[in-house]
Nanobody
Framework: QPQLVQSGGGLVQPGGSLRLSCAAS????????IAWFRQAPGKAREGISC????????YYSDSMKGRFTMSRDSAKNTVYLEMNSLQLEDTAVYYC????????????????????WGQGTQVTVSS
């Protein structure tokens, strides 16, 4: 059974940094497209970034460029999201997800990720 287990969420002050982890079990991450999303209560899920199974360089949503960085450690079968210069508006539940086929990686569309989803982790930015 494929599974994604997330960790690293919590409370951070405005302007601070946080690193989220997403560890895969039951499948090998390099053979799937992996993405990060976030969702505030009552809002649709918003794409942040993704790494395709064939590309080493991540794609980023325009609003996330320059502040969020996605990376993959194949040896640990884990992906990360480094978040810098966090703002109050970044408060949300953050998810990682995997897909075995995507057609538009640039859009980071949550509907394309159907293979596995992490449980989500809360990130709260507050002074």
């Amino acid at each position: 059974q494929p599974q994604l287990v997330q960790s690293g969420g919590g409370l951070v002050q405005p302007g601070g940094s946080l690193r989220l982890s997403c560890a895969a079990s039951g499948f090998a991450l390099p053979y799937y497209a992996i993405a990060w999303f976030r969702q505030a209560p009552g809002k649709a899920r918003e794409g942040i970034s993704c790494i395709t199974r064939s590309d080493m360089n991540p794609y980023y949503s325009d609003s996330m460029k320059g502040r969020f960085t996605m990376s993959r450690d194949s040896a640990k079968n884990t992906v990360y999201l480094e978040m810098n210069s966090l703002q109050l508006e970044d408060t949300a539940v953050y998810y990682c997800a995997a897909a075995n086929r995507i057609t538009t990686p640039q859009t980071v569309d949550p509907h394309e990720y159907t293979y596995s989803w992490g449980q989500g982790t809360q990130v709260t930015v507050s002074s």
